[in-house]
């Protein structure tokens, strides 16, 4: 496996998440020197599609894995490169990240951590990349099922959009920042199909309140809020592998009700505001301004969106 | 895709022990620099696979400069290209070659 | 090479000769019919539909009954549908939850001793394919079928490369071109079925020879739609080590 290799982009815990690259996440994710790469860019173990696209590779395909530990932890780790393709899923991508989870099985670490940074499929190996996106929710859940929790972490510039949605919402905690939009169809995907009318992706507002971070977080999306900085989501990440619901028929039957009172209740509202203020919050139209301890502190007076039904 | 290869003689070996790096990240404007201790002390190579094709002359004068301040003896180095401007180049070359004297 | 699609219920009467109990409401399949001294529960989607939040959580519930019966009573994935409804209400209301909750109920199920096949008979794509026939152990196709991720006019658009030439690059790269035999040689699609035979018995054959693990990324290599997938997982599982 050879030498550590890390990007000098690393700026320490105070990093912004959202700007730093994939292998400065990792580095400041995890205890200091404890990431050990496996298949590292030394060997180039890149797209065989991509050239036939005319496009650029990457050695490491823009899916960066293998171990380390967190607060002593051993775990393992899978990180995509949201700037590269906009970190989707290709063959050797999406199978770098279904033999992590392979491997989690026979070597039983405390946590998988997977640090989204997707727009989906990628289009020029579509195929591979969707039948990686099955391959990867099926690992997840016999993960799950061997008793090891699937944290997902999400608040790079690419989000977690198409099947790293679906990815996502396979996981056993989810800890969002406020850039980390979870989301199938993405706004721009929405208004080339529907038109502007039906979502302006242009709008950013409408795009944060209705796909980004304190929204899901509201609703039950996700488990934890976290400040866009590697040192808040280490902590976050620290907490969610303490309390990782199991993935069993109580769990299934709880997220089948949690899902079907979600429909009930919130089922004709336009808009997130009006979601929302049924939530039980006073002033709907402050929430996206809000400062992490103010939303945290929002969120400790309505218990309902945080729960096991996952 | 447009493929080049740079071969140079450098004075001395580039100081440090470290095995390898990486930096930069393939995207638009912007690529991907790996550097690894591969080569005799006397020597460097920089290969460079690039989706621009016809600028050899312009890589072949960067790397040459790169060469002359650097003196990367020893080193392979390989970029994967997203399309960047010659300084941008120019600069993620000296950072992973400084990456590697640590 | 174009074939007519077998119907959803040219496929039920071929399943259960002696008929059965599925309906379909709104595009969305879901009953039982007799099987082999038991019963063999259908889900599905019918007609091109897209699925949304409402129909995923519908299909869930099904899924999920059957899981509370027991008896290892076997699920057919049935697909014809569009990709995942594409709507802002939908994703406000948190669809990525709602697919994965269905994938999750059919891989619970599987888990649970509950054979699960998925047979695509029509189109189906993106989050709609992902949350249903590719959540079974494994997936089978009938002739005429046409799954994709996204249609070629699309990719065109996003890629911005002209039409003309992915087509031409499609005839032989099955890593990224729509359709039934493509998905065949990713590993996706197990085999294709033959609709002039009776589909109880082939279903029971799928059934029977249902592999123990997840063998999509060696049919991809074997078939050479996906080269490089299975070596790379492997090579994972390999060299990885808790340190």
């Keep these: 496996m050879g030498e550590r290799i890390i990007d000098p982009a690393t700026e320490g815990w105070a990093a912004s998440w959202y700007e730093a690259s994939a292998r400065a996440r990792l580095d400041g994710l995890l205890d200091a020197g404890s990431f050990r790469e496996v298949i590292g860019p030394e060997q180039r173990r890149m797209s065989p599609h991509l050239p036939l696209f005319d496009l650029p590779r990457a050695f490491d395909d823009g899916m960066i894995v293998g171990s380390g530990r967190l607060d002593g932890k051993p775990v393992l780790v899978a990180a995509q490169e949201g700037r590269f393709m906009?970190?989707?899923?290709?063959?050797?991508?999406g199978a770098k990240l279904v033999g992590l989870l392979r491997a989690a099985l026979a070597l039983k670490p405390d946590a998988v951590l997977i640090l989204f940074d997707t727009g989906g499929v990628r289009l020029q190996e579509a195929n591979a990349g969707e039948t990686a996106i099955a391959e990867v929710m099926r690992a997840i859940t016999q993960v799950r099922a061997a008793g090891v929790p699937v944290i997902g972490l999400i608040g790079g510039r690419a989000g977690a959009y198409g099947g790293g949605g679906l990815i996502a919402g396979t996981c056993s905690r989810l800890v969002v920042s406020e850039g980390g939009r979870i989301s199938v169809s993405g706004p721009e995907v929405i208004e080339t199909n529907r038109g502007a009318e039906e979502f302006d992706s242009r709008d950013r507002a409408l795009v944060w309140r209705t796909m980004g971070g304190k929204h899901r977080r509201l609703t039950g999306g996700a488990d934890a809020y976290a400040d866009d900085t590697v040192r808040a989501f280490r902590q976050a990440a620290l907490d969610a592998i303490a309390r990782a619901p199991a993935f069993d028929l109580a769990t299934l039957e709880a997220e089948q009700k949690r899902l079907e009172e979600r429909l009930a209740r919130f089922g004709d509202c336009r808009d997130a505001t009006e979601i929302w203020g049924r939530l039980g919050v006073n002033d709907p139209a402050a929430v996206p301004a809000l400062t992490t301890a103010e939303f945290d502190a929002l969120l400790a007076g309505l218990g309902e969106t945080t729960h096991d039904a996952r | 895709m447009e493929s080049l290869t740079f071969r140079h003689t450098t004075q001395k070996a580039l100081p440090g022990a470290k095995a390898q790096a990486i930096t930069g990240v393939v995207a638009s404007g912007n690529l991907e620099v790996l550097l690894e201790r591969a080569l005799p002390a006397s020597e460097c190579t920089v290969e460079i696979e690039t989706p621009i094709r016809g600028y050899g002359e312009v890589w072949a004068a960067v790397v040459a400069d790169f060469v002359a301040r650097a003196q990367p003896g020893g080193l392979r180095i390989t970029v994967n290209d997203g399309g960047a401007r010659p300084d941008t180049v120019s600069l993620r070359l000296l950072q992973g070659a400084r990456l590697m004297e640590v | 090479m174009t074939r007519a699609k077998t119907t959803l219920s040219e496929i039920l009467s071929s399943l259960f000769p002696e008929g059965h109990a599925v309906t379909v409401t709104n595009g969305l399949v879901s009953g039982e019919g007799p099987f082999r001294g038991g019963r063999l529960a259908v889900i599905g989607i019918d007609g091109d539909v897209p699925l949304g939040v409402e129909g995923a959580c519908r299909l869930a519930a099904d899924v999920l009954d059957v899981v509370r019966r027991g008896n290892r009573t076997p699920i057919l994935v049935a697909i014809d549908s569009d990709s995942q409804r594409m709507s802002r209400r939908d994703e406000l209301l948190g669809l990525n939850e709602y697919l994965a909750h269905l994938a999750k109920t059919l891989l619970l199920a599987d888990a649970q001793g509950h054979p699960t096949v998925g047979l695509i008979y029509g189109h189906s794509a993106a989050g709609a394919f992902i949350a249903t026939a590719l959540a079974t152990r494994i997936l089978v196709g009938l002739p005429g079928a046409n799954p994709s991720v996204m249609d070629l006019p699309s990719v065109a658009r996003v890629t911005k490369l002209p039409l003309e030439r992915l087509e031409a690059m499609a005839k032989d790269m099955p890593v990224f071109a729509p359709g039934l035999d493509n998905m065949v040689r990713t590993g996706a699609v197990q085999a294709v079925l033959d609709p002039a035979r009776p589909l109880a018995e082939q279903i029971a054959a799928v059934i029977d020879a249902l592999p123990a693990e997840d063998t999509r990324d060696r049919a991809g290599r074997e078939r050479g739609g996906r080269p490089v997938a299975e070596a790379i997982a492997a090579q994972v599982v390999r060299d990885a080590s808790l340190g």
């Design chain 1, 86 to 93: 906009g970190g989707a899923f290709g063959e050797v991508h």
